[in-house]
């Protein structure tokens, strides 16, 4: 098991101006509130400082006058109740030339004060994204992001059929291995995804003539490759991904079509044979809510259990749309919960929530993904909160969208800050 990183770093706007000062709340259970930054105040000058004030519950925490570009780096702490607390960073003075503060590597660090009663432990949610390693992701002001506001990852495509085993026993590890390696070299865990889909699969399989038997050893070999591959690097699966359909019934996938409906069973039972410490989850989208698909992937879940099917947990893919009506957190809540009474642990697995790409819907956004991130926190079932994409350049909705959690820019969105306040909150 990977140790938890460092407390959450809440990466800030790059720039807080004397117009826009940083509101952040938090809430949680540590006894004291630390912060670190460094500052520097471009333009401005010993004439004309810009004064900065960092306030806890309107209660001041830090003064500081910023009189030139240099870099300076600040901390402060304060104890704290445990509970909810209203962070204000805000500039006045200095001039227009020098309105602006340039804040970077801001940590609001939530540690406890020597001899405080530790609040008990406290559960850490992983917050990871589908990444691909593209160089923009890896190099540019996008590679610190991931680095230091995300504990985990998902390879969103290297690890897909058609692109690792391009013919029948041929297999093209090198990039899916670079981002398994690059996510575990800073200390990141990885989620392997996804073994058997309906889709992204290579021409040699869909094109095939196969019997039962043959298809079988395809996807045995198939799994045990992967699984073994990377055994002691990926300690969790999405073995099935999407197997229903919208209405519920079994998705006529070439696995299901010509295996049956068996091909989920065996398809755990192979991946737990090549590694059985690894967590095996069944992935799926727009069951969370109540509906066809919600019920029957409840009663799969349960069949599945009941008949000794090393299967761990369920995967909330989390595609959301503000174009359609909001999340009832309450009926998220409850299939949860039905996922939970049949055995299962839960991820959210591939959140993201598509935008008309607005500041305003932004706020929506925010309380979109916050619903998702609350329900994940109120059950300790729920062991990793995954979002789809670095920030709105990755994502596959289009940048448009403006799906994720960081704009185009990199810059937090408010989404950000109300995921990791609820994902902390424990
Ligand atoms: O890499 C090729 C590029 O060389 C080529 O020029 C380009 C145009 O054809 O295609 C590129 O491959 C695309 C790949 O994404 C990488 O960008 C594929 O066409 C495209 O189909 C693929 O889409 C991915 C999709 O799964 C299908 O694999 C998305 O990025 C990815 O976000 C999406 O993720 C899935 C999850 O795996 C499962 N749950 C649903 C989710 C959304 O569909």
Aim: charged fraction near 20%.
């Amino acid at each position: 098991m990977i140790a938890p990183p460092p407390p959450p770093v809440i990466h800030q706007i790059k720039q807080i101006t004397t117009a826009a000062p940083l509101v952040v709340t938090l809430s949680h259970r540590a006894a004291t509130f630390g912060l670190t930054m460094n500052a520097k105040a471009a333009g401005c000058n010993r004439d004309h400082p810009l004064k900065m004030v960092v306030s806890v519950d309107k209660k001041q925490l830090m003064t500081v006058r910023l009189k030139s570009s240099k870099t300076r780096a600040l901390s402060a702490d304060r104890p704290l109740k445990p509970g909810r607390h209203k962070v204000r960073i805000s500039l006045s003075g200095g001039r227009r030339r020098c309105a602006r503060a340039t804040v970077d590597e801001l940590r609001l660090k939530l540690t406890l004060v020597p001899g405080a009663t530790p609040p008990g432990p406290k559960r850490f949610i992983p917050l990871a994204t589908a990444f691909t390693s593209s160089p923009a992701e890896r190099v540019g002001a996008s590679g610190d992001l991931f680095r230091t506001s995300f504990d985990g990852l998902t390879p969103e495509n290297a690890m897909k059929m058609t692109y690792v085993e391009t013919a029948r026993g041929t297999y093209h590890f090198e990039t899916p291995d670079a981002i398994v390696d690059y996510g575990r070299a800073l200390g990141k865990s990885v989620h392997g995804h996804p073994l058997v889909w309906h889709t992204q699969l290579p021409g040699w399989v869909l094109r095939g003539k196969w019997s039962r038997g043959d298809l079988e050893a395809v996807m045995h070999e198939w799994i045990n490759t992967m699984v073994t591959h990377y055994k002691g690097r990926v300690s969790e699966w999405d073995v099935i991904n999407e197997p229903l359909s919208d209405d519920g019934t079994l998705r006529p996938s070439i696995w299901a079509q010509v295996i049956g409906p068996d091909y989920i069973p065996l398809a755990f039972k192979w991946a737990h044979e090549a590694d059985p410490t690894a967590k095996l989850y069944l992935n799926e989208y727009d069951a969370e809510l109540p509906g066809k698909k919600h019920d029957a992937l409840v009663a799969l879940v349960t069949k599945l259990r009941k008949a000794d099917v090393p299967i761990d947990g369920v995967g909330i893919q989390g595609h959301w749309n503000l174009q359609a009506p909001p999340i009832n957190e309450a009926d998220l809540r409850a299939a949860v919960r039905d996922f939970v009474k049949a055995g299962m642990l839960i991820q959210f697995t591939e959140l993201d929530v598509v935008t008309d790409g607005s500041a305003l819907q932004q706020i929506t956004q925010a309380d979109e993904f916050a619903k998702a991130a609350r329900v994940c926190q109120s059950t300790t079932a729920c062991t990793r909160f995954t979002v789809w994409g670095l920030d709105d350049n990755m994502s596959w909705r289009g940048v448009g969208s403006a799906a994720t959690l960081f704009d185009r820019s990199y810059t937090p969105k408010p989404a950000f800050i109300a995921v990791r306040a609820a994902l902390d909150a424990g």
